[in-house]
């Protein structure tokens, strides 16, 4: 990858946009299609910007129903038609005694990690407050349905389910434009939730934020286009637009919000 790509992007995400490099250069050079694990949003927009501006292949996202956050990328060349099919991606209904227990997304989340597979395995966990699905890869739906027998202490079974068999996600992005001194993980907590800066610096350094489903114990982080921070007990943001400046050097941005 040219030295001069890393610029435009974190430091921490060096190694992902020379996986991308990887990728490109594999379907250049063998002609085939190349499918990616489960990508954040911020992953697919890297991902995305390096493609048109590297090469002439073309990409498709397909995260199991059109609101996804979590998403495989298909990249193939100008030839190919992909599928539904081609982005190996199955639907699990997690069956459970819904009349004396509750599930959260923490904890299936917790629970399939721990059977040994890497999240980039996993796409969204869907809930209609009752009902719960999962996204899974084919390659490792069967030995996740074997393993996942228990989430917590409540005894659960994981079922293949068809596409028309989806559930309609309860929680749903509010849209809110607002201006932020700065970018800071801190800063957009504070003002999103208007909480004083205080109280976010706690929150992020006791561990209860998240930044694209990792940890993130830096007040100072700052974020960029389509991260999503989730605040345990609040909610979660997404940076949904960067639109610019005010006259006294606030960031406007355009937000998706989901409150708790």
């Known amino acids: 990858m040219d030295a001069n790509v890393y610029q435009h992007f974190r430091a921490d995400e060096r190694s992902f946009i020379d996986s991308v490099g990887d990728w490109i250069e594999q379907v250049q050079s063998q002609y085939v299609p190349y499918l990616t694990d489960f990508l954040d949003p911020r992953q697919s927009y890297i991902l995305e910007t390096l493609i048109r501006q590297d090469s002439e292949l073309r990409f498709s996202f397909y995260g199991g129903y059109e609101q996804a956050e979590r998403k495989r990328c298909l990249i193939f060349p100008a030839y190919y038609e992909p599928t539904d099919e081609d982005f190996e991606t199955s639907l699990y209904e997690i069956h459970y005694p819904k009349k004396f227990a509750r599930l959260g997304h923490g904890k299936i989340l917790g629970t399939l990690i721990g ?146």
């Open 115 to 260: 059977t040994g597979i890497k999240r980039s395995y996993f796409g969204d966990i869907i809930s209609d407050g009752e009902r719960w699905q999962v996204f899974i890869a084919k390659e490792v739906e069967q030995f996740v349905a074997a393993q996942v027998t228990r989430i917590g202490k409540v005894a659960v079974r994981l079922e293949a389910v068809k596409y028309t068999e989806l559930i309609l996600p309860k929680d749903e992005w509010a849209q809110e434009r607002g201006t932020v001194t700065s970018l800071r993980l801190d800063s957009v907590i504070s003002e999103i939730y208007n909480i004083s800066r205080q109280r976010s610096k706690q929150l992020i350094e006791v561990g209860k934020v998240k930044v694209n489903w990792t940890e993130n114990t830096h007040p100072d982080f700052l974020l960029e286009l389509l991260d999503i921070v989730s605040i345990r007990g609040f909610g979660r943001i997404q940076i949904q637009e960067l639109e610019g400046k005010t006259k006294k050097e606030k960031y406007r941005v355009l937000f998706g919000v989901l409150r708790k």
